[in-house]
């Protein structure tokens, strides 16, 4: 394994492959299913040559743990393309202040998944709700009556 691999995030193969497959014309939702699938070409890669994740030294308590490999941002591949030329600083400048704006619009994680909470009703149920529906409950309630500890939640309008 050659130095640094277990910290790469972006193997040559993979620079290579967003260098042709990029165009300007590129949606954000087509830069989202691309980075899916490099991440995935990135675990191939990392697992045909043997490398482990990287390690970390605790600073507390001193053990050695692995690290979790992150998914490819729309961030990072961004700035592959503006670290390798393919967009200028003015483009890449742009780009990620399109990025940022779609990301808020939205409602998207860095990845360009749609950010969700799980909500969990008294019977179980689960409902996967954006957290800009959601309100925090008043601490005025009334708590005498409940037999749970779930929330009364508001719906805004």
Same mark, same amino acid.
């Given at each position: 394994?050659?130095?640094?691999?277990?910290?790469?995030?972006?193997? @040559?193969?993979?620079?290579?492959?967003?260098?042709?497959?990029?165009?300007?014309?590129?949606?954000?939702?087509?830069?989202?299913?691309?980075?899916?699938?490099?991440?995935?070409?990135?675990?191939?890669?990392?697992?045909?040559?043997?490398?482990?994740? @990287?390690?970390?030294?605790? @600073?507390?308590? =001193?053990?050695?743990?692995?690290?979790?490999?992150?998914?490819?941002?729309?961030?990072?591949?961004?700035?592959?393309? $503006?670290?390798?030329?393919?967009?200028?600083?003015?483009?890449?400048?742009?780009?990620?202040?399109?990025?940022?704006?779609?990301?808020?619009?939205?409602?998207?994680?860095?990845? =360009?998944?749609?950010?969700?909470?799980?909500?969990?009703?008294?019977?179980?149920?689960?409902? $996967?709700?954006?957290?800009?529906?959601?309100?925090?409950?008043?601490?005025?309630?009334?708590?005498?009556?409940?037999?749970? $500890?779930?929330?009364?939640?508001?719906?805004?309008?």
């Amino acid at each position: 394994m050659a130095s640094g691999d277990a910290q790469r995030i972006w193997f @040559p193969e993979m620079i290579e492959k967003i260098k042709t497959r990029w165009a300007s014309s590129m949606t954000w939702e087509e830069l989202t299913e691309f980075c899916r699938m490099i991440t995935e070409e990135r675990k191939q890669i990392r697992e045909s040559r043997g490398i482990q994740p @990287p390690r970390y030294k605790c @600073p507390d308590c =001193g053990s050695i743990s692995q690290e979790d490999i992150h998914a490819i941002s729309i961030r990072s591949a961004l700035f592959v393309l $503006n670290n390798n030329g393919v967009v200028s600083e003015d483009e890449f400048k742009e780009l990620d202040k399109q990025w940022k704006k779609y990301r808020k619009e939205n409602e998207l994680d860095s990845y =360009g998944n749609k950010k969700t909470v799980t909500i969990i009703t008294e019977n179980g149920e689960r409902w $996967n709700e954006s957290p800009s529906l959601l309100t925090k409950a008043s601490d005025k309630q009334d708590n005498s009556n409940r037999k749970s $500890n779930v929330i009364e939640l508001r719906k805004i309008k």
